[in-house]
Nanobody, 124 residues
Framework: VQLQASGGGLVQAGDSLRLSCVAS?????????MGWFRQSPGKEREFVAA????????YQSDSVKGRFTISRDNAKNAVYLQMNSLKPEDTAVYYC?????????????????WGQGTLVTVSS
């Protein structure tokens, strides 16, 4: 599986961005989940949001709930992260990842495929 993330950039606090992640290399079954993680300088990579491939089941971290929305387009093998009301603390490299398994997970180790990351910088 290859994952290509895009959409990052430099924005001001309060602005919006939409990240995209396109997956290729294999067909996806209902037992796949796609997630977004982020890593800020000096910090560990953390879970942001995930969505099931078939059922549209979503889960988001408390830090982004109400501001970020994850969605998918199965026809394009793509997942999106709409980020609104961005804050300086949202500054990070954002990674998309794929998990093959029966349950949603927020754990990095449960995701076997990773994209290269896209940098989001939010200025105050």
């Amino acid at each position: 599986v290859q994952l290509q993330a895009s959409g990052g950039g430099l924005v001001q606090a309060g602005d919006s961005l939409r990240l995209s992640c396109v997956a290729s290399g294999r067909s996806f079954s209902p037992y796949y989940y796609m997630g977004w993680f982020r890593q800020s300088p000096g910090k560990e990579r953390e879970f942001v949001a995930a969505i099931s491939w078939a059922g549209g089941y979503k889960y988001q971290s408390d830090s982004v709930k109400g501001r970020f929305t994850i969605s998918r387009d199965n026809a394009k093998n793509a997942v999106y992260l709409q980020m609104n009301s961005l804050k300086p603390e949202d500054t990070a490299v954002y990674y998309c990842a794929v998990r093959s398994g029966p349950r949603m997970s927020t754990s990095l180790s449960d995701y076997g495929y990773w994209g290269q990351g896209t940098l989001v910088t939010v200025s105050s």
